[in-house]
C-alpha cells in the first residue's frame, strides 16, 4: 500500500476473536490483579478477605479459560504477535531511546520525529513479551496454588507463591501505570479495540506506517 | 462494509509450527515429568518414614506410653497421675495452623 488514504477510509485494527479475547483480559486481569493486591496487604476482616479470594479465582478462571481458547482457535493471531514482538531492530532502539516521543508530548506539548513502528510500536513489543511470559507464570503457578496445593511438595508450593506474587504484581503495576494510561491516551486506539476494531486509516498511516504499507490489503467488494 | 482494509491473512509455514509444538510440548512434558517426580518422591519418603516407625515400634517390648515405665516412674517420683490438672498444665499442646504460607 502507498499510505495515500482518503480522509473517511476505516481499517479494521483489531478482528472480532481479539477484541472478544482482550475484553476477556480486562474482565479477568483487572478483577484479579485489584483482589491480588488485597490479598497480599490484607485489609479487611475475614468476610472481605473471603469475598477478595473468591473474585480472585473467578478473574483467574476467566483468563485461563480466554488465553487458552485464544491459543487454541486463533494460532494465526498468536504467531503473528510472536513475530512481531520478538523482531527488534536498529529502528525499534531508537524509538525506545526516545519513549516513542511520549515525554515530549505529554509533558512538553511538543510532536518529535520518531522511527516508523508496524501495529504495535517497540514500548508494546517489550510489554508484549513481559505479559506473554508473565501471564503464562502467573496461570502455571496459580493453578498450582489451586489445584494442587495439598498434592505438591513444600517447596514446590512456596516457589509458585512467590512467583505468582512477584509476577503478578509487577505485571499489575505495568498495566496500571503504563498500558492503561497509553491506550487511554491513544484515544482512537482506545477506541478501536474497545468498540468496533476499525480505525481511520489516515490516523493508522500516521502512527503505524510499517503496518499500513505492508500488512494491510483492500477488500475486494 | 464499515471498512475498506483488513490485515492480510497469517501463514504458519511448517518450521513455524513444528517450531511452536515443539516448545509447546517440551515445556508441558518437562512440567508434568518434574510435578510427577516430585509427589512420587515426596510419596517415597512417606512411606520409608511409616516404614521406619513400623519397625521401631516392634523392636519395643512396650508399645504403648501408658505401659512406659519411664513415663510411670516420672508420675510416681513427681507424684501426680496422666490427665490430672497439673499434667494437663504442663504437656497439653495446642493446635497451630500451618497451612497457610
Not at chain 1, 2 to 15: A, P, T, V, W, Y
Not at chain 1, 52 to 80: D, E, K, N, S, Y
Not at chain 2, 52 to 79: F, I, P, T
Request: net charge positive; aromatic share 14%.
Amino acid at each position: 500500500m502507498d499510505n495515500n488514504f482518503k480522509g473517511n477510509e476505516r481499517i479494521l485494527h483489531h478482528s472480532l476473536p481479539v477484541r472478544l479475547f482482550h475484553w476477556c483480559l480486562v474482565l479477568g486481569f483487572l478483577p484479579a490483579g485489584f483482589t491480588g493486591v488485597i490479598l497480599f496487604f490484607r485489609p479487611f476482616g475475614e468476610a472481605g478477605m473471603h469475598l477478595a479470594m473468591q473474585v480472585h479465582i473467578v478473574g483467574a478462571w476467566i483468563l485461563m479459560v480466554a488465553c487458552t481458547l485464544f491459543f487454541l482457535l486463533c494460532p494465526g493471531r498468536v504467531v503473528a504477535f510472536w513475530r512481531e514482538a520478538f523482531h527488534w531492530t536498529k529502528q525499534d532502539i531508537e524509538w525506545m531511546k526516545v519513549g516513542g516521543g511520549y515525554p515530549q508530548k505529554m509533558i512538553f506539548l511538543q510532536e518529535i520525529d520518531v522511527p516508523p513502528m508496524g501495529k504495535i510500536n517497540s514500548g508494546q513489543k517489550m510489554m508484549g513479551i513481559m505479559v506473554f511470559f508473565g501471564t503464562l507464570l502467573i496461570i502455571l503457578t496459580g493453578a498450582v496454588l489451586y489445584f494442587a496445593l495439598p498434592l505438591v511438595p513444600k517447596e514446590i508450593a512456596y516457589y509458585a507463591d512467590r512467583i505468582h506474587l512477584i509476577v503478578g504484581l509487577g505485571l499489575f503495576l505495568c498495566i496500571c501505570g503504563g498500558h492503561i494510561p497509553l491506550g487511554i491516551y491513544n484515544w482512537p486506539e482506545f477506541c478501536s479495540m474497545f468498540g468496533d476494531g476499525t480505525i481511520n486509516a489516515k490516523h493508522a498511516a500516521h502512527h503505524h506506517p510499517l503496518w499500513t504499507q505492508n500488512e494491510i490489503e483492500k477488500i475486494k467488494d | 462494509m464499515r471498512y475498506s482494509y483488513k490485515e492480510k491473512e497469517v501463514k504458519i509455514n511448517r518450521r513455524e509450527f513444528l517450531g511452536f509444538a515443539g516448545v509447546i510440548a517440551a515445556v508441558l512434558w518437562t512440567g508434568a515429568y518434574t510435578v510427577t517426580d516430585l509427589i512420587v518422591d515426596r510419596t517415597k519418603y512417606i512411606k520409608m518414614r511409616t516404614a521406619g516407625l513400623y519397625q521401631d515400634d516392634e523392636k519395643q517390648a512396650k508399645r504403648q506410653s501408658h505401659h512406659n515405665q519411664s513415663l510411670l516412674n516420672m508420675y510416681k517420683k513427681m507424684n501426680f497421675q496422666p490427665l490430672s490438672p497439673l499434667a494437663e498444665e504442663l504437656f497439653h499442646t495446642h493446635y497451630v495452623d500451618r497451612s497457610v504460607l
